[in-house]
């Protein structure tokens, strides 16, 4: 159980255009996703928490008008990131909690590699 | 705040030999401990945590980790370890009673696993 899908697993596009990725939770609820942000051989970068029916919270740092989130129902919350530039080629994870106490494990899906032309 | 330090950002270990992968923390309080692995161009994979009870966490793959509160440490083991194992593993925390919090990720320690 537990298991948290995104779509799609790699993207390339040209400079300017806009990218969705999808994040599910397949098994379970989550009023709240987590968006992350992984550049090569580094941590993971903390974007922004996803909430369900309500504005995302974003990190210090990240534009909240570049990196949309929507958490439209309890197993779905999409990132877009709005003309796309070079700069943001990364690997996007997102993860889910089946739960809401700080003992539940988060989930992680299996990652986005957005590269941009 | 919340913090979790690797102190290295690579171990390398013969296959058969036990491995350490070493983790630090700094809450306030009683934290919760994860461990997560994370193979090349994939997500993590949840591993073990410690949330209360007894210090020595059993998890997947044969990993283990020991929760010693007065160093503050949270050290990832395995007993014999497989050229499989080698991956990126991360160290997370969060605080007690913080609810659905995002955990707090150490920066990360490369594993080699030597056949």
């Known amino acids: 159980g537990a298991v948290v899908s995104q779509h799609p697993s790699r993207v390339i596009c040209k400079s300017g255009t806009s990218v969705k990725i999808e994040c599910r939770s397949l098994d379970f609820q989550a009023t709240t996703m987590f968006w992350y942000r992984q550049f090569p051989k580094k941590s993971l970068m903390l974007m922004a928490t996803s909430n369900e029916g309500s504005k995302a919270t974003y990190e210090q740092g990240v534009e909240k008008d570049k990196f949309l989130i929507n958490h439209a129902s309890l197993t779905l919350s999409t990132l877009t990131v709005t003309s796309a530039h070079p700069e943001d080629s990364s690997f996007y994870i997102c993860?889910?909690?089946?739960?809401?106490?700080?003992?539940?494990?988060?989930?992680f899906g299996p990652g986005t590699r957005l590269t941009v032309l | 705040a919340q913090s979790v330090a690797q102190p290295e950002d690579q171990v390398n270990v013969a296959e058969g030999n036990p491995l350490t992968v070493k983790c630090t923390y700094s809450?306030?309080?009683?934290?919760?401990l994860f461990w997560y692995v994370q193979y090349p161009n994939r997500g993590l994979q949840f591993l073990l945590k410690?949330?209360?009870?007894?210090?020595l966490v059993k998890g997947s793959y044969g990993f283990e980790a020991e929760f010693n509160k007065s160093q503050t440490s949270f050290h990832l083991k395995k007993p014999s370890a497989l050229v499989s194992d080698s991956a990126l593993y991360f160290c997370a925390v969060r605080d007690r009673g913080s609810g659905n919090t995002p955990l707090v990720f150490g920066k990360g320690t490369r594993l080699s696993v030597i056949a």
């Open positions: 809450v306030s309080g009683n934290p919760y």
């Open positions: 410690y949330i209360t009870g007894d210090n």
């Open positions: 993860s889910a909690t089946p739960g809401q106490k700080s003992t539940d494990t988060q989930y």
